[in-house]
């Protein structure tokens, strides 16, 4: 059975700094992998989605990596600022038949400090 | 373009009252889901569709039902509401995409069962 997990569940860093945020995942017969963000008493938005092919994703200051064989992903922030303070979900699908059904972490709550 | 819509956005009920959630997307995508995230348990699959007229089951699926008449509404219904039911729900949709298949959420509807 997939199992995702999301370390650390809650981070709190200077405004400016550069980090790291992890996801694992127990089997590594994926589809592809998605980071969210959501913020508090909203929904939820894509921020990128990796496809099991790739090894990486850019998105502006966002840049998400996947390591199938080791079961990880990172989604690095560089020069993070107030406004990133969110939650980060990180969600794998199983595979190309099944892949609208995502298994999902339980999110690393981020706070930036100005 | 709104997007990903809900409504309502809360509600409270007593146990044994039913309701129906709408969810409505403007977004033209084939695929509709209803999840419910709960603290410590992350976002779970209740049920989706992948066309008009069609509905399968999640993985939660008991205690609701659903409807797909039209491609751009998603109903989820509660017969009879029970405690263990309050949550916060959110409806997403995707469209297919090379690699995948992104799913654009809306803002929830937060839900108490007294």
């Known amino acids: 059975k997939q199992e995702v997990t999301q370390i650390p569940a809650a981070l709190s860093v200077p405004e400016g700094e550069n980090l790291v945020l992890n996801c694992s995942f127990t089997?590594?017969?994926?589809?592809?992998l998605q980071w969210f963000r959501q913020d508090p008493g909203k929904g939820l938005t894509s921020l990128l989605l990796?496809?099991?092919s790739q090894r990486e994703q850019t998105s502006g200051r966002l840049n998400a990596s996947l390591d199938k064989s080791s079961g990880r992903s990172t989604l690095y922030i560089a020069a993070s600022q107030p406004g990133d303070s969110a939650t980060y979900l990180c969600a794998v699908s199983r595979d190309a038949g099944n892949n609208r059904k995502l298994i999902w972490g339980l999110g690393t709550s981020l706070a930036v400090n100005p | 373009n709104a997007g990903v819509t809900q409504t309502p956005k809360f509600r409270v009920l007593k146990t044994g009252q039913s309701m129906t959630l709408l969810c409505a997307q403007d977004m033209n995508h084939e695929y509709m889901y209803w999840y419910r995230q709960d603290p410590g348990m992350g976002l779970r699959l209740i049920h989706y569709?992948?066309?008009?007229?069609?509905?399968a089951k999640g993985e939660v699926p008991d205690g609701y039902n659903v409807s797909r008449l039209k491609k751009q509404n998603f109903l989820l219904g509660l017969e009879s509401a029970a405690p263990s039911q309050t949550s916060v729900y959110f409806c997403?949709?995707?469209?297919?995409?090379?690699?995948?298949?992104?799913?654009?959420f809306g803002p929830g509807t937060r839900l108490t069962v007294t």
């Open positions: 569709s992948v066309g008009e007229g069609t509905t």
């Open positions: 990796i496809q099991s």
């Open positions: 997403a949709s995707s469209y297919s995409r090379q690699g995948g298949y992104e799913q654009y």
């Open positions: 089997d590594s017969a994926i589809y592809n």
